[in-house]
């Protein structure tokens, strides 16, 4: 994956004014579109298409700035139709339009080309079980949130809040199989994992295909398949979100397994009273890579 990455940076700087077809990149490298998006986003830290566009306006500012050529011919070499649309994606990547930095020089913000490293440290032994699941469905409360990458997510936490004790009893009775207790269900992720983008997020249980499940609950539907399941423990959330990082920067390169389409779910298996923390499990819909 770490070479598939630093391919897919080359072919950016090589094809800077043309729409890459990540999709026919992926399968060249023997991986997915998903997979390929969900790893670039995760250790870049941003999205591959926000790369791509600072990237792409880090090399025009050098022709802006010397002037040689009109706006509108520039903005064609980079692939944009008219000098509207170049200066849109300009001003937001530099924080001034094409014909003030033109004027004054500046201000300019530079993306470097990003080389992608491996650097296995292992000090934090990561405890994974690969659990090959039938189909089942996850039953609960859904709502469309921002996604947030740091900290409590205030939506959900709204969201959650907003259930009575009871409806927590009866959804926990609900529940019938793996994954166990109530789950914090996060669907529809956009595969570049863009801050503020939205998902579907569900709090509820997983059920099995033949359970009956109310009227007035939301389902996701969930297809057999396997699952890579990483135990956590300590603060809340902080040791959740130090493991799906890990799994990126450490887990996936080192094993024979990528991310395919489906819902995240993370099971909470004990807590404190004021789930300052708790002992999770984070299940990943995987596939042999």
Known sequence: MIAALNQLVGLVEDRLAEELDVHGLAGKFGTTEYHLRRMFSSLAGMPLSEYVRRRRMTAACADVVRGEDDLLGIAVRYGYGSTEAFGRAFRAVHGAGPGDVRRDGGPL???????????????????????????????????????????????????????????????????????????????????????????????????????????DLDVIEVPAGTWAVFRTEGAYPQSLQTAWAATATEWFPSNPWRLRPGPSIVS???????FSTATCELWLPVEAA
């Open 268 to 274: 909470v298996l004990d807590r404190a009273d004021d």
């Open 109 to 215: 913000r530079t993306q470097p080309r990003l080389r992608f490293h491996l650097t296995v440290e292992g000090s934090i032994p990561m405890e994974t079980r690969l659990v090959a699941r039938p189909a089942f469905r996850l039953a609960g409360h859904a709502a469309r949130v921002p996604l947030i990458h740091q900290g409590v997510n205030p939506h959900i936490q709204r969201h959650i809040t907003a259930l009575s004790r009871q409806e927590h009893h009866r959804l926990k009775d609900l529940g019938d199989t793996e994954p166990e207790g109530l789950l914090q269900v996060s669907d529809d992720v956009d595969p570049d994992g863009t801050e503020g983008s939205e998902l579907t997020y569900l709090h509820g249980v997983a059920v099995t295909r033949d359970t009956r499940i109310p009227e």
